[in-house]
């Protein structure tokens, strides 16, 4: 009946503008029951569960055997890690499984049958439950004794799936991959050109001492490569060319030339190529989002316009403002938003809204929310009212930047005296007491301005937030050393007593100090557009983080599978930890690669001490320098120095370029915190999608028939 | 008299003249024997005496005391440097300062009085000739004995002064050092708050077993900086936080934090500002270039209009066509240009030039030269024409590409099989036999090119010059080594011979086949491309090189002078060859930091043999850590790695998105040679100067005036 359709339209309306706001595509069904189904798939507690699965499945390998989660690593300390019976571990992957095939399920009946299809990435993932699911089966027929387990290397694209950023992000990377391609196939000739060069160069000579080169660097093609391919990574670079030029200085010129073109042109070429593929990325990202966005509103009107309740005497197609208001109470939005529209509703004249009115209202979700602070409080003494502008005023914290920063020198001058000292010579006096002094200052600001601007308005900016919080652990701190260790006095030098010694307690609360120093950040205009351009790339970075969480998964596992069979078993923590350094060090990456004797070995096992040691005697024992791990961490080397690397300086050039270009234009309003999200960033840029090309984009709706 | 005046008319419209081909200012003296000196002082004669000036008193440095230019660098072999006697390179260098002396005076002379106290340059170059001579006296009188040399610093000063590019650029790096300043406070601060909790969490401890971090990297303040400072150029990476580590796993927390934020954040950081402020600088440059083309070509055609033989009943001020004649035949130009010029004032009807019609002439300036390649033979003969066809073809080209594969294949081959064999086992046939064979190959592939081509075509094409003179090459060695050594048969492995060994002979000729395999280059797109933008990348930095020059100069001669005194005489081709090396290998260049004991320095010098041991012993003996020398290497590695690498990734960011750019607009002509100069790369966005900017500097001119 029409009751029923005007329900349908209603619920329609409702996923339409909660499509919009989430930037999500409205190619779903759009029945009654799909809409429901819909709106619990993506209700919070669903997205929630599933967010939980995924985590878990990841989890799942730091406490699967070969475990070596423990607290310390030093192997004479610690206690055998804990390896989980069979069957535990398989059955949280199970359930794990479980989630994934409703998820699956779910996903690809809202989408149509006809739509699956050409959905790969959903193909892809039920291939990936099939196959894991398999390997399970398989697992647990061998009482866990099987030495390959496929499915932990797939884990990571479960987490791929499941957000759209990534998935766009990996596109992106896939539309640059053939100029990557052909710098990568540049490099390569250019080590394999001058690998033949060397090789000529310093080939074995008859006479014994004068081949030094050869016999350390160039003995064969593998390790002329390997040795050029370090030179590269600049982790083995006086070294290698010491022998040739103490033959002749002339050999230097093959190095110099080596490294000037690899390094300093083709490395940099690679960044200029990644930056110029990358240039438009942010921006077309953002104005995809836009056209959702406005998309989402859009099919909103039509469905609303097809209510039965709408009179017909209008030739364009028009809402009701009941309609609207009813929607709008069942959407789940920002409260914020929703009563700026539900103003603007109330204010308007007319009945009916046509399609541009409509798009109108919806803005608000585009505005960037200003952020009001709460107004002072308003004191009728005048005494008052002076401390109020006294307390107030900014050049009190520029005072108390001076204070900290004299605390900051104080503890550094303490530091400078004490460093040679033995533990039992230091006397803790006279630190001690400026804390207490310092501690004290920091307490009065923060009263002083918490009288001065109310506690509401001082809560409502994030540096005193910030402040606030260390003052008060810093005073907690203060407080719990007195009561233990009574007041400072000249020789104040008790035993340990309680939690913490006193001098672990100094030595915190100066690390706090430190640390609340940086509240100066915001003070200095530079610093605070290099700390926003910061934040803004880690917020646009996520994407990129995942698809780097992804690749190291993947490979972190498949090398624990590899290098399988050890004397030492390899802990799949050590393992992560290993690859993390390679990741986090990027330029000596290569380091392993570089050593290549037993005897040099040994000489790094000396260095890396009882840590790292299994790691290394593991490697060792794989024999490291077989083809396949150096194979591997090369490949290692490239994705996650060179590619990823680059990717970096591509985002952090876009974003800080951008921000440069802003900051010239117009002055930042210093009440408005920084609150800039992409979307604002091109706000200027964006182009707007025409009438035509959203009613086309609705047409082609697969689920959706406009009444007209 | 008039005819007085029309001669001075002409000379200053054919000064004016070249002063655009030149792209010179024009704010000179215009009387008749200024305009005289002007040309006399660039003429080709004179600049050249003044460059080889400038690289005599540059090149100075390499013999002077303490000398060290041998030929070998081993000291078990080499003898004791030359020193030249006192008084011989002070002579050398009273000469160069006459000419310097003459220069300046014809410069300031020429830009006349008032003009001269606005010029800093020449103020500065007149107060470093006077103290030049001021030190030259004192070290003359004191019979060269003195330590401090203040002129030897000095020095590049008369490179930087002579280079109008290198003064621009400079003033462009001037005004991108607020904002490097800032990243470089950044980086200050960063490191300072790290090295605070460095040494905070890293104390002395009671149990000696425990504090192996503090012993050996946070002992004090200045260990503490420097171990961080070393972990930002990631020479001591994984070492440093080894101990830490062993402890307690969560201490990486601490070095990752730092590395990511210093080196991945900072860093990077540094590339985008100085990017962001080198984006416009060609652009700007280019422009500005363009304006004192324009420019003076407007300053000769008002000069020219004042000549009296001009009618009068004109009202818009013209040019007589017999004029230009006769000025264009008097000015030093491109020949190919002033035909051009002359050919289209011949077809011109009027016998009158209008400003427009006279800039218009002196266009042909800015057009790229398009070579056009001589034509192929026609020949007679129906065979010769189709042997023409074959051979001129492309195909026959890659044909010859596919054949130099397989030569560099055939040669890797023969280098793994002979690896690992002894150099009496070599049998040196096989390669003999096949390099002959390829050789013939060769001189076929060139004598059927130019029979094809012609010698005169053939020769027009780069790529075949390369092809042609190598091959020649390659023809003469084998025909000498069989001259030598007899033809190759099984077992040919003859003693030594002659100049050269039969297997250096075999190896020389091996390189240069590697060698002639980068012809390849222009047949692949996208390595065109790069090699092209690599090579305007070069023209580019012209500019940024001789900087890095003078800075470099300057910088080894205080070193030099820095570290006198030790035992061994710090030589001073080492010291260039050392800070030389740092440079290229600008990544490790703070490597000679992270030795910090005796003991490591002799580990080190151990490594680095009988090379550059005594530049180590010399600063072990002068106690590298001590503070100065610290601070040297660190402003050092500041100045050649941070900023330089930076401004050299910025150049090569904006060339080459420039070219790619191009590439996507249009298709390159395959028939045009890479002629790109930076002009014309920004010939689409470059704006022309309006007629009234340029009227209103010609009346801002100092020593012209105009007769309107």
């Known amino acids: 009946g029409i009751g029923a359709d005007n329900d349908l339209y209603i619920n329609q309306a409702i996923v339409f503008i909660e499509d919009a706001i989430q930037y999500r595509s409205i190619n779903h069904r759009v029945d009654s029951k799909s809409l429901w189904l819909y709106r619990w798939y993506y209700s919070r507690t669903c997205q929630w569960i599933l967010s939980l699965t995924i985590t878990t499945i990841l989890a799942l390998a730091f406490i699967e055997k070969p475990s070596s989660l423990t607290i310390t690593s030093d192997i004479r300390y610690r206690l055998p890690a804990w390896n989980p019976p069979c069957g535990l571990t398989e059955s949280v992957e199970l359930l794990c499984f479980f989630v994934f095939m409703v998820d699956v399920s779910v996903k690809s009946y809202l989408i149509g049958w006809e739509e699956f299809w050409k959905n790969k990435w959903l193909i892809a993932y039920i291939l990936t439950l099939i196959v894991s699911l398999t390997d399970w089966i398989v697992s647990l027929s061998l009482f866990c004794t099987e030495d390959v387990r496929i499915r932990r290397i797939l884990r990571p694209f479960f987490l791929l799936q499941n957000s759209s950023m990534m998935k766009k992000t990996l596109k992106s990377i896939n539309s640059t991959l053939p100029e990557m391609a052909s710098v990568v196939l540049l490099l390569a000739v250019h080590l394999s050109l001058f690998t033949m060069f060397a090789m000529l160069l310093f080939a074995r000579t008859k006479d014994g001492q004068q081949d030094k080169e050869w016999v350390g660097y160039f003995r064969n093609l593998p390790d002329s490569l390997t040795s050029l391919l370090v030179l590269l990574t600049t982790a083995n670079n006086p070294d290698v060319m010491i022998p040739a030029y103490s033959k002749n200085r002339a050999y230097s010129i093959f190095f110099i030339l080596f490294t000037v073109l690899g390094n300093l042109f083709l490395m940099n070429l690679l960044t200029a190529i990644i930056y110029n593929q ?33 009179p017909t005497y209008a030739q364009q197609s028009a809402v009701s403002i009941g309609a609207l208001l009813r929607v709008l109470q069942k959407v789940e939005m920002d409260s914020r938003c929703k009563q700026a529209i539900m103003r603007s509703l109330k204010m308007c004249s007319c009945d009916q809204l046509s399609a541009a009115q409509f798009q109108k209202l919806f803005e608000e979700l585009d505005k960037e929310a200003i952020k009001q602070h709460p107004p002072s409080p308003e004191y009728q003494s005048h005494f008052m009212r002076k401390m109020q502008f006294a ?11 001076v204070v900290a920063l004299a605390n900051i020198v104080s503890i550094c001058v303490v530091l400078v005296m004490d460093a040679d000292k033995q533990p039992s010579e230091r006397d803790d006096f006279f630190l001690g007491a400026i804390n207490c002094f310092f501690i004290l200052y920091y307490l009065l600001e923060m009263l002083l301005k918490i009288l001065a601007m109310g506690l509401r308005r001082y809560l409502s900016y994030p540096s005193n937030r910030f402040d606030g919080l260390l003052t008060v652990i810093l005073l907690v701190l203060e407080i719990a050393t007195f009561a233990v260790y009574g007041f400072p006095h000249p020789g104040w030098r008790p035993e340990f007593m309680g939690l913490l010694s006193l001098w672990d307690m100094v030595r915190l609360v100066n690390m706090l100090i430190v640390f609340r120093f940086l509240r100066i950040i915001p003070n200095m205009k530079f610093m605070a557009l290099v700390v926003t351009t910061l934040l803004d790339l880690v917020k646009n970075l996520r994407a990129f983080a995942g698809i780097l969480v992804v690749v190291f998964y993947a490979f972190a596992i498949t090398g624990i599978m590899l290098f399988k069979g050890a004397i030492v078993p390899m802990g799949n923590i050590r393992f992560f930890l ?42 060792l024992s794989v024999n490291l320098i077989c083809r396949w791990a150096k194979v591997y961490f090369v490949a290692w080397w490239l994705i996650s120095s060179v590619i990823w690397v680059n990717l970096f300086v591509a985002l952090l050039l876009e974003n800080f370029i951008h921000k440069w270009d802003r900051r010239c234009h117009r002055e930042p309003l210093s009440d408005i915190e920084y609150q800039r999200t992409v979307e604002l960033m091109f706000r200027d840029v964006l182009e ?8 086309e984009k609705l047409h082609q709706h697969p689920h959706l028939q406009l009444c007209r």
């Open 578 to 619: 290993l690859l993390l350094f390679q990741t986090c060090f990027y330029i000596k990456n290569n380091v392993v690669l570089s050593y290549k004797k037993k005897s040099d070995f040994m000489a790094l096992l000396g260095h890396f001490e009882a840590v790292v040691i299994d790691c290394l005697r593991y490697l």
């Open 391 to 401: 307390f107030g005023h900014a050049y009190f914290g520029y005072l108390g930047n």
């Open 278 to 310: 990358f240039r438009g990325y942010l921006l077309k990202s953002v104005q995809s989002s836009l056209f959702r966005r406005r998309l989402g509103i859009r099919a909103a009107f039509e469905v609303l316009s097809c209510l039965k309740e709408t």
């Open 688 to 695: 707007e999608p025409t009438e035509e090309e959203l009613m």
